[in-house]
């Protein structure tokens, strides 16, 4: 059974630093495009980062730009965020989402983690 | 900056198909798909390139496509499919994920 399971999230002061990890399971993780996606408290969902096979290409939303790095580990089928510089309005749960065709241009998530509630809060 | 606008709530009664649109100047050269979202669980993928319908999505869901808007359709709407629903596409290039801001089904 694909799973998706995310980790790391709780409180963190303004200005502080979180590293969140998504453990993933029942497919070739190696071979797919992973993505992060937030979702603010009571708000829509926002499309955060990417990351290629790899590694070797990244992308990211404008607001976190210089302040969040996605990486992974295709050994320990394992994708990350390390999240710097967090503010008020990095509030959010933090999905890690499957990216199954992106290297054909196609541009979206057919399996989602259950999410890791971040708050940014003093 | 590309944007993806959907109407923020629809309403039907059960039986009745229900109709959500989404517009954006991109879905011409972008795909769109959509999403299920129920409170306090993840979005799940029910149409995907414009149309497609992944498997264990039940038949009531389809997806169409014109000029600049695309469209989710679930015909004969039961109680269980009243949720939020996101559609999601992508600018020109490829570079930025886009998401509609949402639109809340009622099922009256």
């Known amino acids: 059974e694909l799973q998706l399971v995310e980790s790391g999230g709780g409180l963190v002061q303004p200005g502080g630093s979180l590293r969140l990890s998504c453990a993933a399971s029942g497919f070739t993780f190696t071979t797919y495009w992973m993505s992060w996606v937030r979702q603010a408290p009571g708000k829509g969902l926002e499309w955060v980062a990417t990351?290629?096979?790899?590694?070797?290409?990244?992308y990211y939303v404008d607001s976190v730009k210089g302040r969040f790095t996605i990486s992974r580990d295709n050994a320990k089928k394992s994708l990350y965020l390390q999240m710097n510089s967090l503010r008020a309005e990095d509030t959010a749960v933090y999905y890690c989402?499957?990216?199954?065709?992106?290297?054909?241009?196609?541009?979206?998530?057919?399996?989602w983690g259950q999410g890791t509630l971040v708050t940014v809060s003093s | 900056s590309y944007e993806l606008t959907q109407p923020p709530s629809v309403s039907v009664s059960p039986g009745q198909t229900a109709r959500i649109t989404c517009s954006g100047d991109?879905?011409?050269?972008?795909?769109a798909y959509w999403y299920q979202q129920k409170p306090g669980q993840a979005p799940i993928l029910v149409i995907y390139k414009d149309s497609e319908r992944p498997s264990g999505i039940p038949e009531r869901f389809s997806g169409s496509s014109s000029g600049t808007t695309v469209t989710l359709t679930i015909s004969g709407v039961q109680a269980e499919d009243e949720s939020d629903y996101y559609c999601q596409s992508a600018d020109s290039t490829g570079t930025y994920v886009i998401f509609g801001g949402g639109t809340k089904l009622t099922v009256l």
């Open positions: 989402a499957r990216d199954p065709e992106r290297s054909s241009g196609y541009y979206f998530f057919d399996y």
């Open positions: 991109a879905l011409p050269k972008q795909y």
């Open positions: 990351i290629k096979r790899d590694g070797s290409e990244t």
